[in-house]
């Protein structure tokens, strides 16, 4: 049988291929499988992997899986395009990794990892402690207790502190302890201490005092020294010994090069000795000064500070490096050496104090060393200047403080290497516990393009989850990261120094990556790193982070936002943010949009920070900040914080509920807040300028900074470290004037000021101005006029606007006020601007303005719409909503995948219908069970849908053939014939066959050849359906009465064959038996062959055989219109013809 039509059933799309062969269809050597072209590539192209049952050595296809993801990568690589995507499913259940699964390059793109069907995949770094591992302290006989691995128990010396706590000998099991490392702010990243997790939830490392709850200025959960700068009551449970001798005058602390901090290029400018203004290495400055603290409060009751750490006073080497200027008698390295030999069984080995040391924004870490009378002596600096004022720290890792439920202690000392935990409910027992161990990516995506990771779980790492370098058109989508010590998910990377210097930024940021539908939780670093884009040509990255729920983040260090806005043209949308000690946002770029989030319950342990920061740049230009909601916002902080200089924001239709204030625009020109809503705020906004240092205070704090970031894009300082190309500050010019550039809302993103902006600068030399050489009235370029006055001048906060604020109790934006005088001279944001504080709505609740707090719509009957008017409410209303914010709802999509199943059954099984409209609805419904976004109402569609056109297609299954375009033939004519199969969409392939092909052949295409006079049946079936079928009646050489025949010629009539024994014309064949017409018989098949029937009108000659009555004979002699049987006649009887 053979198979013709306008189009295949088999020649399907290649999706078709995917739901017969990937996702539930029939397995390999059904007809499916056997599918030619495009569905066998596909086929190909699929790979699946299962942590239960799969075998790195199987073929990878779904009933004989790979165990792993790398080898699954490795099956797929170099085969796939954009063309011909590979796709990698993994079954539900937990991969334990033990190295990075790495894509690299072309080799490893256009492939998608997904978990199989939405099952739960979890790739994790943690080790499992079995149940069987763990031991109840108080159950463990003396003589293990001896073992010296447990020597340390001693230290939990009353039954308090012993009940309820078990331990697991690591060392026994194989399992590395890991390190506990100095990190914190501005300090070098390195992997965090393990940590232990318990039925998924991270447990805390043994702290004093225990609790994460406090508010900013609450004391409870924290060791203090005075507190003053928090504005509280410290209870002095810690203060710093010598200040002044251990680290100068307080006077000029950042540029004494006497803690880490002045030790980097940016406070090192003022160094006589060019070659000594580098940045230490991070070693260097791990052996600066550490702090000594007297013991008070309740540090000293019980003398509990005694059990942190053995007593002793620590030896300390100088080795003569020293401060700079008036410190230059001041030792800097005052490094202690370790106390040895100490006795673990009576005093902590590896305490800690983590907290805040130098300042309320950034996180430290000191190691405590010993003791010795009231003070407490530690190891490592802080990166700031310890002050009394700030401090507010924890005691970590201390076994003798585990008294609290969830606390866990590692002890290393000695290679003891024993875990002692206290559970919740004083039981391990029912319980799954890992300890994170793992201290490497669990992905690293580098040069790749099109790869997308969908739908897996990702647990357990001491660094960052997922990396990705120069890649291009990755999608993440769906994924859930939790319990990693640094960041989530990483576009792009940081260069190896702090976010302060001028050389700070992001490399390898690729471009048109999207992280979205994402889980983003319990990290110690931050959420998203948005890198990409080129701030030299303003070339965007287009990296998106979209549609994800980000919390409790920035466990384990500071600045480490939710969102990393670094490069050029990123973007933060649609995101729920919330339940985190520090800032939400970081913004170190240009044209970043951070739009349509719900920040809540943030910045809840720090001060002097905003939601939304960026700080110490001229140069992060086009950034919008819109249709956000703020709400609830810790301590003394800001909804957005432009600090010292930051500038070029546009920060519009937002709403802040809940904070000390909205916006703080420290000193930066050209911010613009507008359209904004603020609740419950102590003002709508306050900031500081330049000016109130002085007018004289020249150069001004962190000048170099500015300046040199100034430089590297807008001014071309030849020799300078810092500078940019003629090139450079051309393309910046035209980027920021030409209007192209626009902001979500299609306004352009311009500054037409840009080409006069300047740093006031001495005009003949080109050095920045200084006290020495700055006059009131001069003419060298450092004049009041020049600095201080001029709207193009970088110390001018000018082009500022606060306009059109809704404010809900109290107040509006405080300008600060600074006067000059010689002459008087008065300096606030209102001297260059005539929009501050203007158009404002003042409402005493909420309601009063018309402001739906669900849906964040204004009605057309409160204060803002009589106060702005209902065109303004309707650009609100149509910009700004709630909905649509953070991680997506799924629905479930178990009856939809049964559907999918059941198509990719009718397919292989009941094939013949119209499969474009089926396949497209399978198509459509495997993307809906597929999409990380599918609502239940979308998923409940798409079954209905893929339903309704199984049953369409059934109804297009061929039940009837009509042959068309035949006619008569004779014999040597050819002749196509076609065919209509019914109902409209069924498929037309047919096979065709020929009752006589003694009469008419008929070719697989329907092609008829007639090769002898007769009648003939040709028949067209259905491929797919044997009961419908068709035909046509061909005759071939039908007899004519106005045709004249010679001798020989054959003719077909009334159902008969003659040939003409002479000539004839008219006269009917099979009219006389003895005409010009002799009938041919039929061909009968005899054991030797077939022989034809005799006929009456036939003529035969000697030797001539025939059938007659079932018997054959042969002629003796010439003879006509005599039939056998006849002994005296001319036949003789040869015997039955039987058939062979």
Not at 76 to 89: I, P, W
Not at 111 to 133: F, I, M, W
Not at 158 to 186: C, M, Q, S
Not at 209 to 233: V, Y
Request: aromatic fraction near 8%; include cysteine.
């Amino acid at each position: 049988m053979v198979r013709t039509g306008r189009r295949s059933a088999r020649t399907v799309p290649a999706t078709v291929l995917a739901l017969v062969t990937s996702i539930g269809g029939p397995a390999a050597g059904t007809a499916a499988a056997a599918a030619p072209g495009p569905a066998a590539s596909s086929e190909a192209l699929t790979v699946y992997v299962s942590a239960t049952d799969g075998d790195d050595d199987n073929s990878g296809g779904r009933s004989a899986p790979l165990k792993t993801i790398a080898a699954a990568r490795d099956a797929l690589a170099g085969r796939t395009s954009a063309e011909a995507r590979g796709t990698v499913y993994i079954r539900g259940g937990t991969y334990v990794l033990d190295d990075t699964i790495r894509l690299k390059g072309a080799e490893n793109s256009w492939v998608t990892y997904a978990a199989y069907r939405n099952e739960k995949v979890t790739l994790t770094g943690s080790h499992e402690l079995p149940a069987d591992g763990w031991k109840k302290l108080t159950e463990l006989s003396h003589d293990t207790l001896a073992e010296p691995q447990y020597s340390s128990n001693t230290r939990l010396n009353t039954p308090e502190l012993r009940d309820g706590v078990w331990v697991y000998d690591l060392g026994a099991h194989g399992i590395d302890p890991g390190t506990l490392y100095k990190n914190g702010f501005n300090w070098v990243q390195q992997p965090f201490a393990p940590e232990l997790v318990v039925d998924g939830g991270t447990q805390t490392l043994a702290e004093y005092p225990n609790g994460n709850t406090c508010s900013t200025t609450d004391t409870g959960c924290h060791l203090w020294g005075r507190g003053a700068k928090w504005k509280a009551d410290g209870p002095q449970d810690l203060m710093n010994v010598d200040l002044d001798a251990r680290f100068g005058p307080e006077s000029a602390w950042n540029n004494s090069g006497t803690t880490p901090r002045a030790q980097f290029e940016d406070k090192k400018q003022l160094v006589p000795d060019p070659e000594q203004r580098g940045t230490w290495t991070p070693e260097e400055m791990r052996r600066m000064t550490p702090s000594v603290f007297a013991v008070g409060g309740r540090a000293a009751t019980d003398d509990r500070y005694r059990r942190w750490a053995p007593e002793a006073v620590p030896t300390v080497d100088d080795p003569g490096t020293r401060g700079f200027g008036e410190y230059r008698d001041v030792p800097v390295q005052l490094d202690p050496r370790w106390i040895e030999n100490i006795d673990n069984t009576k005093s902590e080995t590896e305490g800690w104090l983590s907290g805040y040391l130098g300042n309320n924004y950034a996180n430290d870490m000191l190691r405590i060393l010993s003791w010795s009378g009231d003070k407490l002596y530690t190891k490592y600096p802080s990166m700031y200047i310890p002050q009394d004022s700030w401090t507010k720290v924890k005691v970590l890792n201390v076994l003798s403080e585990m008294d609290t439920a969830g606390e866990y202690y590692i002890d290393r000392y000695s290679d003891n290497d024993v875990l002692y935990y206290r559970p919740q409910g004083g039981t391990i027992e029912g319980r799954n516990t890992t300890l994170q161990t793992f201290d490497k990516n669990f992905m690293l995506l580098e040069g790749t393009r099109g790869v997308t990771v969908r739908g897996l779980a990702m647990t357990g790492s001491l660094i960052s989850g997922v990396q990705l370098l120069d890649a291009v058109g990755t999608l993440i989508d769906g994924v859930d990261i939790s319990n990693v010590s640094m960041d989530a998910i990483r576009i792009g990377r940081t260069t190896d120094t702090i976010t302060s210097m001028p050389d700070y930024e992001t490399v390898q940021g690729g471009h048109d990556n999207i992280v979205q539908n994402s889980y983003l939780h319990d990290l110690g670093g931050g959420g998203v790193l948005l890198g990409g884009g080129d701030r030299t040509t303003l070339e965007r990255g287009d990296n998106v982070a979209r549609h994800n729920e980000i919390t409790r983040f920035s466990r384990l260090a500071t600045y480490t936002p939710a969102g990393y806005m670094y490069g050029v043209g990123n973007t933060f949308e649609y995101n729920y943010v919330h339940d985190a000690p520090h800032m939400a946002v970081q913004i170190m770029g240009n044209d970043m949009r951070v739009n349509h989030n719900h920040f809540h319950d943030v910045v809840k342990n720090a001060g002097d920070m905003g939601v939304i920061y960026a700080g110490r740049d001229f140069t992060y230009l086009g950034n919008e900040i819109a249709y956000n909601h703020f709400e609830k916002i810790g301590g003394s902080n800001d909804a957005l914080y432009m600090d010292d200089g930051a500038t070029g924001v546009r920060f519009h239709h937002n709403v802040v509920n809940d904070s000390k204030s909205g916006v703080n625009f420290n000193s930066g020109h050209s911010n613009t807040a507008n359209d904004n809503v603020f609740i419950g705020v102590d003002h709508s906004g306050h900031g500081g300028i330049y000016h109130k240092n002085g007018e004289t205070r020249l150069p001004l704090a962190n000048s170099w900074v500015l300046e040199s970031r100034y430089n590297a894009f807008l001014d071309v300082r030849e020799g300078e470290k810092y500078s940019a190309t003629p090139q450079t500050v051309a393309a910046w010019h035209e980027h920021y004037t030409n209007g192209k550039q626009k902001y979500s809302d299609g306004t352009p993103i311009s500054y037409p000021e840009i080409t006069e902006w300047y740093v006031p600068r001495v005009t003949e030399t080109g050095e920045e101005c200084t006290a020495a050489v700055y006059t009131t009235s001069g003419t060298n370029g450092c004049s009041r006029e020049t600095v201080w006055e001029d709207p193009d001048s970088v110390w001018v906060p000018s082009r500022v606007e606060i306009d059109h604020a809704v404010i809900v109790g109290c107040c509006g934006f405080v300008e600060t006020n600074t006067t000059f005088g010689e002459p008087t001279s008065v300096y606030n944001l209102s001297r260059w601007s005539d929009r501050i504080n203007t158009n404002s709505v003042l409402a005493t609740s909420v309601a009063d303005t018309g402001l739906d707090l669900a849906t964040l719509k204004f009605s057309d009957s409160g204060s803002v719409a009589q106060s702005y008017g209902t065109g303004w409410v309707a650009e609100w209303n149509r910009s700004v909503t709630a909905e649509g914010i953070g991680r997506p709802s799924r629905g479930d999509t178990g009856a939809l995948w049964s559907t999918v199943d059941e198509a990719a059954r009718v397919l292989a099984d009941e094939p013949g219908g119209d499969a474009g409209p089926l396949t497209k609805a399978a198509a459509d419904a495997t993307l809906a069970a597929e999409a990380t976004d599918s609502s239940q109402e979308r998923i409940d569609g798409a079954v209905t849908a893929l339903k309704d056109a199984i049953e369409a297609y059934r109804d297009t299954r061929p039940s009837g053939v009509t042959v068309t375009g035949a006619h008569d033939m004779t014999v040597g004519q050819s002749l196509s014939l076609g065919v209509d199969v019914t109902p409209s969409g069924a498929d037309q392939s047919v096979s065709w066959s020929s009752s006589d092909p003694a009469v008419a052949t008929v070719s697989a295409g329907g092609s008829v050849k007639a090769v002898g006079a007769g009648r003939v049946v040709i028949t067209a079936t259905s491929a797919y359906e044997k009961t419908a079928s068709g035909s046509a009646t061909l005759t071939v050489n039908a007899w004519s009465a106005t045709k004249t025949y010679g001798e020989g010629d054959v003719v077909f009539h009334d159902g008969r064959t003659y040939q003409a024994l002479w000539f004839a014309r008219g006269e009917k064949p099979g009219a006389s038996a003895t005409g010009a017409w002799a009938e041919i018989g039929a061909p009968v098949t005899c054991a030797d062959g077939p022989v034809r029937a005799w006929t009456e009108s036939a003529v035969y000659t000697s030797g001539a055989r025939v059938v007659h009555a079932g018997r054959l004979w042969t002629a003796k002699w010439w003879t006509r219109n005599q039939a056998p049987g006849d002994r005296s006649g001319p036949w003789e009887d040869k015997g039955a013809c039987t058939a062979g």
